[in-house]
């Protein structure tokens, strides 16, 4: 079953908005990773973020994890075209055996507008 | 793409015959993935190798068989294709080296007519 949910499904916004999506999951972790996937793409990393960590920075991305409600965001500032792509957070999970295996949210897909 | 090859990148086959995809890393890294993408289901997990010769199933295993004979090379056989095969496969590497971050291939596209 998933584990991670991204919310929302699609997004739309202007160059040099801020873009902001949410992952929830359901069961304890030791991190949580963002991905981005560009059309007809693999994946790409682009943060992780431990389970005693609140707030992590990298370059224009900001992410926050939330323990007590079993959630995250990911936060892009000033997007620009460049940024449109679908957006995955994952997942490990402790029961399952660490971070051997990683359970991917359904994305968002974000669009940004020239 | 990290030194990551799938082959082939496309392929058309028919409900029954069997299907081989290939899988080559030049990282040297232990962790191998086999996972496939579908509209509404995102990324599932098929199969992943921590080792030469050690395999485990994923979330969606069923109608799927692995191999890891060498370090660079996983291979995912469908032995007998279907059309709910019909997906978008990839392949990830991980290295203990990395931490917990996986890089991904650049994709398999699969037709099950």
């Known amino acids: 079953s998933q584990q991670g949910e991204e919310d929302p499904q699609a997004l739309s916004i202007q160059e040099g908005e801020n873009a902001t999506m949410n992952c929830s999951y359901k069961t304890s972790i030791n991190n949580l990773q963002w991905y981005r996937q560009n059309s007809g793409r693999g994946l790409v990393h682009l943060i992780l973020?431990?389970?005693?960590?609140r707030e992590k920075h990298s370059g224009r991305l900001r992410v926050t994890l939330d323990t007590s409600k079993k959630s995250s965001s990911l936060l892009i500032t000033a997007s620009r075209a460049a940024d449109t792509a679908s957006y995955f957070c994952?997942?490990?999970?402790?029961?399952?055996?660490?971070?051997?295996?990683?359970?991917f949210g359904k994305g968002t897909k974000l669009t940004v507008n020239p | 793409d990290a030194g990551i090859t799938q082959s082939p990148r496309h392929k058309v086959t028919e409900t029954g015959t069997p299907v081989t995809l290939r899988c080559h890393q030049t990282e040297n890294h232990r962790y191998m993935y086999w996972y496939r993408q579908d509209p509404g289901h995102g990324l599932r997990l098929i199969h992943y190798s921590y080792g030469v010769k050690d395999t485990d199933k994923g979330e969606v295993s069923d109608g799927y068989s692995v191999s890891r004979s060498k370090t660079e090379d996983f291979l995912l056989t469908l032995e007998s294709a279907t059309s709910s095969q019909t997906s978008v496969y990839f392949c990830?590497?991980?290295?203990?080296?990395?931490?917990?971050?996986?890089?991904f291939g650049p994709g398999t596209r699969l037709t099950v007519l």
């Open positions: 990830a590497i991980r290295g203990l080296e990395t931490g917990d971050e996986q890089f």
């Open positions: 994952a997942t490990d999970a402790i029961r399952e055996g660490g971070s051997e295996k990683l359970v």
């Open positions: 973020i431990r389970s005693n960590e």
